[in-house]
């Protein structure tokens, strides 16, 4: 039987998706399940994708041979900004089929294939398509990262909306306790956003994501 895919996205570039990804992975792996991470499209590096070694790092394991085979990652581009510029830069088309090829074939030897996207959810991979449109056509359950960083409540709605529109199934939203920041904002962001998933998503975990070292 074929693994549970998961896609990882949030409010933003830079919201820790990376992290919360690897974590959830660790998570999963000490339950016993057999897990291994994906990324999307990375860009902003060149060779092995670095958001899939910060991953590797936090689950405590070597690259598999998945990662040196270009399977968690297929695509990798060196200017750091979005998928479509990226690959425009270097000439080069994305193909998402390619993707969820390689998806699926991760999920016939895992259990869990948890999928980090790029940037937030619209973030586009050409001229029409973009992340939330990939969402739609794949179904996976979708895992939002959010922060108590400023501008957060209003970024984490406008996602919320954008997945109620579209028949995004949520899985769950992980509040980022990094960074810091303002105590009394973070405190209240964390209310405001915890309650505000019991109304509208009451099907969805809320996860705390701590500081990690
Ligand atoms: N919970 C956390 N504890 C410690 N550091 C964190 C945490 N969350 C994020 N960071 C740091 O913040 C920065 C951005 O985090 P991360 O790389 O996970 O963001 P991202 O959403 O994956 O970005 P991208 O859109 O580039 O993939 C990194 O330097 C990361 O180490
Ligand atoms: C380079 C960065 N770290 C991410 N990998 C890509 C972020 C794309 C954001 C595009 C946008 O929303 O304007
Ligand atoms: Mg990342």
New binding site residues.
């Given amino acids: 039987m074929a693994g549970q895919i998961l896609f990882v996205s ?1 409010i933003d ?8 990804t690897g974590i959830y992975a660790k998570q999963l792996m000490a339950q016993g399940f057999k897990v291994i991470t994906q990324k999307m499209v990375q860009t902003g590096c060149k060779g092995m994708a670095e ?1 899939i070694v ?1 991953h590797r790092k936090i689950m405590q394991i070597d690259l598999t041979e998945e990662d040196h085979q270009g399977l968690t990652c297929p695509y990798v581009f060196s200017y750091p900004c979005s998928p479509h510029l990226a690959a425009r830069l270097e000439n080069r088309q994305i193909s998402t089929a390619l993707i969820q090829q390689k998806t699926t074939e991760l999920a016939q030897k895992y259990d869990y294939v948890l999928l ?1 996207g ?2 937030g959810l619209c973030v586009p991979y050409d001229e029409q398509y973009t992340t939330l449109d990939y969402l739609k056509d794949c179904g996976y359950p979708l895992i939002l ?1 959010t922060s108590g960083k400023l501008g957060s409540i209003n970024h984490t709605l406008l996602s919320l909306a954008a997945c109620k529109q579209n028949g995004i199934p949520l899985h769950s939203l992980i509040y ?3 960074p810091l920041g303002d105590e009394i904002i973070n405190r209240e962001t964390e209310r405001y956003l915890q309650q505000y998933l019991a109304e509208h998503f009451p099907d969805a975990q809320f996860e705390i ?4 070292d």
Avoid: F, H, M, P
């Fill in positions: 949030g570039t830079d919201v820790g998706k990376t992290i919360a958001d910060q980090e790029a940037g990262v980022n306790r990094y994501l701590s500081i990690i």
